[in-house]
């Protein structure tokens, strides 16, 4: 499975952001589909999941409210849209995929495929 993240940019705080991404190859497994976000000199977290069938998400607590994710199985596609952006939501952000992964069983060592990351710079 091949994942394609795009919509990052450099933006003002305050402002939004919608970042997409897409699988394609192998996708007749259902995927649980997680974005994570990285700064230099730090681990990797978790940021938003959405499980296999929609049916679960995880939000880590500093985006609760502001970011939301959402699937679109037709398009083999996730979306993570960012409103309120802090300049600490500066970071690299990745999705992963997990094979019928789910909000609770979905972590930095558990995801199955990772796509390159995207950008997102927010300014103060």
């Known amino acids: 499975v091949q994942l394609q993240a795009s919509g990052g940019g450099l933006v003002q705080a305050g402002d939004s952001l919608r970042l997409s991404c897409t699988a394609s190859g192998r996708t007749g497994i259902v995927y649980g589909m997680g974005w994570f976000r990285q700064v230099p000199g730090k681990e990797r977290e978790l940021v938003v999941a959405?499980?296999?069938?929609?049916?679960?998400?995880y939000y880590a607590d500093s985006v609760k409210g502001r970011f939301t994710i959402s699937r679109d199985g037709a398009k083999n596609a996730v979306y993570l849209q960012t409103n309120s952006l802090k300049p600490e939501d500066t970071a690299v952000y990745y999705c992963?995929?997990?094979?019928?992964?789910?909000?609770?069983?979905?972590?930095?060592?558990?995801?199955?495929?990772w796509g390159r990351g995207t950008q997102v710079t927010v300014s103060s």
């Open positions: 992963a995929a997990k094979g019928f992964g789910t909000a609770q069983t979905m972590g930095i060592t558990s995801m199955d495929y």
């Open positions: 959405i499980s296999w069938n929609g049916g679960s998400t």
